[in-house]
């Protein structure tokens, strides 16, 4: 019996809508899709934005460049990107940038994706953002280079960090979610399955890192961010890839960058010093730690304005890290030198101590007694003088014949507020004091050759005239500013300012509260170059452009400005003696030649105090202004009066300097209403005194709070689109937020 086929033709066709969706093939799709945009948007951002930073600025033979009316528009356009909105803590180039990846993002969450029925595609776009936020989280990032040019930080792209991670956590809470929503609505089951367990253990892992990440939460407990951030994400990492075998692809590239970030740490960056801790002013007070380092401790030379991650070994905060301003210049052109005093003792068998003659030779001499605990030990044949720091007595220092003051370089200068747990542990265990002792080298000597003591008294009383020079040494010396050694973990120096402060002919650095020390950095590097140009000659190479300097700081107390007092003392000193240096020097030059001199350099300083204390406890500081008043001053006015206001707008003898009252120096103030007349005069563009020249240039430098920042950013952006400033002001802006 014959089998007869029939054909019943073709089969039935699905429509496409009513196929279910096919998440593992489709969502796959849309991952790199979102990761082609996001690499085409950074490369073109790095064509931009990076060769924009790199072109070098054309400069005019004289100094200055001729800008033109279309030059002055690109700059006033440009500018426009610095705007800040209040309450962001964005300008208005990074919410664009932010905006355009947000809108890849949720194009690829949304679209043609069914997200009430199956919510993979967040979940694998969750997946797929994972490189860009440790991409933008890492401090050895080469993008900062290629983006933002020479002397930018991490810490300037790592507003793409915060949001591409905001991004990341709403996608998976899109998809455990709707995911957990389903389950429960058909009645399945949840933690006791291993794929729904591992993702609910996941998710909960993101959403603690997230909690924890907001900015009360780190003010408060930075501590235990760190420790939960350390924790958390190993374990989010383990539980995702239980819970999907897609997420393989997306952990190995965020953990190859942050593994080459932590190499590059520990074998370029890192480096283990002893340095000092000096406890300032009151703690409950706010008061400040000042960390020096004398030998040159980093890796490559720092700039000033740069900042270290500092690690002090104290205490049980050993492991935490927090970045320091570095306050001054690298490379031996700092101006400031160590503020420390110094004995200059004799040695047992010297008994000739001409303190004059010494003092004609350029050594530092301190008159006050040296306490016998400090008294160093010496074989009987010695007979070389030495000076003895307080902080270190086994150290040796000889003084540079060439340095008036003798006093040691300073290497490396940071300084921090005691406002929080970190910072208030290190003034505690600097304001302890330090325990001196010897190393074990002077301990032996010590026990051969007997007591120091005797054989000083011996040798002054063997020699009776000198019985008034021994009174004039042993006057009651100063107390000591409390201070401690440290063995502290130095990692950097990062970034630094992106503007060259040197290159433009006036800069204004405004700083608020700690922030100084970023401005302190900045001015000892400008002032530094300027010294080496003076002392170069007339055939020397002359980098330095500036010709006007104004120095703003907002400072709560005038007890806080005797903090950096030393250091602003000397750099004023500098400027002074390298403006007489090269006087006397145009004057010859003008006798002999026809050669135009050089501009001096002028250097105003302006410290705001805002609230009412006591004016004596303000130092006298050569060329300063103190203003005592409820507020801090309009960044805009200030910068008017540096571009179109005279030098009398910036502490003439009317209003800074030293005054003499009733015999004594102290630094003059005047009132807040004084100083805003004339910042208003000079922001409506009073014509007094000279003004910006075409294509001069101006930088301003602003550190502090971020509403200081912003405003002072808001300022360049309103000068810049008035057309004032000359050749356009330029804007540069460190914030350290915890």
């Given amino acids: 019996m014959s089998q007869v086929l029939v054909d019943h033709g073709a089969p039935p066709i699905i429509p496409a809508s009513l196929l279910p969706y096919q998440s593992y093939e489709e969502d796959p799709k849309w991952q790199t899709r979102f990761t082609i945009m996001w690499v085409v948007g950074l490369g073109v951002c790095v064509g931009v934005w990076g060769v924009w930073g790199w072109v070098p600025r054309r400069r005019g033979r004289g100094g200055a460049a001729k800008v033109g009316r279309l030059g002055r528009t690109v700059v006033a356009v440009d500018s426009l990107r610095m705007w800040t909105p209040p309450g962001l803590g964005l300008n208005v180039g990074q919410i664009f940038i932010i905006l355009i990846y947000a809108l890849f993002a949720l194009l690829c969450i949304i679209l043609r994706a069914p997200l009430l029925e199956n919510p993979n595609r967040a979940g694998f776009l969750a997946l797929a953002q994972l490189p860009p936020v440790f991409l933008f989280a890492t401090k050895n990032n080469p993008l900062t280079l290629f983006l933002l040019g020479p002397g930018a930080d991490w810490s300037k792209l790592n507003y793409v960090h915060r949001w591409s991670a905001r991004l990341l956590l709403l996608a998976a809470l899109v998809h455990g979610s709707i995911w957990i929503n389903n389950h429960v609505v058909f009645d399945l089951p949840i933690l006791t399955q291993q794929k729904e367990g591992s993702g609910v253990a996941a ?114 905060r050993a492991w935490e890290s927090h970045p320091l301003s570095v306050c001054s210049a690298g490379g031996g052109r700092s101006v400031l030198r160590g503020t420390e005093r110094g004995w200059l003792l004799e040695a047992m068998r010297c008994r000739d101590l001409d303190v004059s003659a010494l003092r004609s030779a350029r050594v530092y001499v301190d008159e006050g007694p040296a306490p016998s605990s400090f008294l160093p030990r010496f074989s009987s044949s010695s007979s070389s003088l030495i000076v003895l720091s307080l902080t270190n007595p086994s150290s040796r220092f000889s003084p540079d014949p060439s340095d008036p003051t003798g006093m040691r370089p300073l290497g490396l200068l940071l300084v921090a507020r005691a406002c929080g747990d970190w910072t208030r542990a290190l003034w505690d265990y600097a304001a302890a004091g330090e325990d001196l002792d010897f190393d074990e080298e002077e301990e032996e000597r010590c026990e051969d050759c007997g007591d120091a003591d005797a054989d000083v008294e011996a040798a002054s009383s063997s020699k009776p005239d000198d019985t008034a020079q021994e009174k004039n040494i042993t006057k009651p010396a100063p107390t000591p500013t409390p201070s401690r050694h440290a063995h502290l973990i130095l990692e950097g120096p990062y970034g630094g300012p992106s503007l060259r402060a040197w290159e433009y002919e006036r800069v204004l650095l405004v700083a608020g509260g700690s922030g100084a020390g970023v401005a302190l950095g900045v001015l000892d590097e400008i002032v530094g170059r300027y010294v080496r140009d003076v002392n170069a000659g007339e055939g020397g190479r002359r980098e330095v452009r500036t010709r006007k300097i104004v120095w703003c700081w907002c400072v709560r107390s005038f007890g806080a400005i005797s903090h950096l007092a030393p250091y602003l003392q000397q750099i004023a000193a500098a400027v002074a003696a390298a403006n007489a240096s090269l006087s006397s020097s145009s004057s010859s030059q003008s006798a002999n030649s026809n050669s135009p001199p050089t501009s001096p350099l002028e250097l105003h300083i302006q410290i705001h105090v805002t609230c009412l204390c006591d004016p004596l406890a303000v130092p006298a500081i050569p060329n300063c202004v103190v203003v005592e008043g409820e507020g801090r001053p309009e960044v805009r006015g200030v910068l008017g009066a540096l571009i179109r206001g005279s030098s009398s707008s910036f502490g003439s003898a009317k209003y800074g300097g030293d005054a003499e009252e009733g015999g004594e120096k102290r630094s003059a103030s005047v009132s807040e209403e004084d100083m805003a007349t004339t910042g208003e005069k000079a922001a409506m563009g009073s014509k007094e005194g000279e003004g910006a020249g075409e294509g001069e240039t101006t930088a301003v430098f602003a550190a502090g709070p971020a509403s200081l920042v912003r405003e002072a950013g808001n300022a360049v952006v309103a000068e810049n689109l008035r057309g004032g400033g000359g050749g356009g002001v330029r804007f540069c802006a460190e914030v350290f937020t915890i």
Avoid at 262 to 270: F, N
Avoid at 301 to 311: E, F, K, T
């Fill in 203 to 316: 998710l909960a892992a993101l959403c603690l890192i997230a909690l924890t990440s907001v900015a009360p939460v780190r003010r408060v407990w930075w501590s235990g961010f760190l420790v939960l951030h350390y924790l958390l994400f190993p374990a989010f990492f383990i539980t995702i890839c239980y819970h999907t075998i897609y997420a393989s692809p997306w952990i190995f590239p965020p953990l190859a960058f942050y593994a080459a970030d932590l190499l590059l740490r520990i074998l370029v960056r890192w480096r283990v010093v002893v340095g000092r801790l000096e406890a300032r002013g009151e703690r409950r007070e706010g008061g400040w730690v000042l960390v020096t380092q004398h030998p040159q401790p980093l890796a490559t030379p720092h700039h000033g304005g740069q900042h270290v991650a500092l690690r002090a070994l104290v205490g049980a």
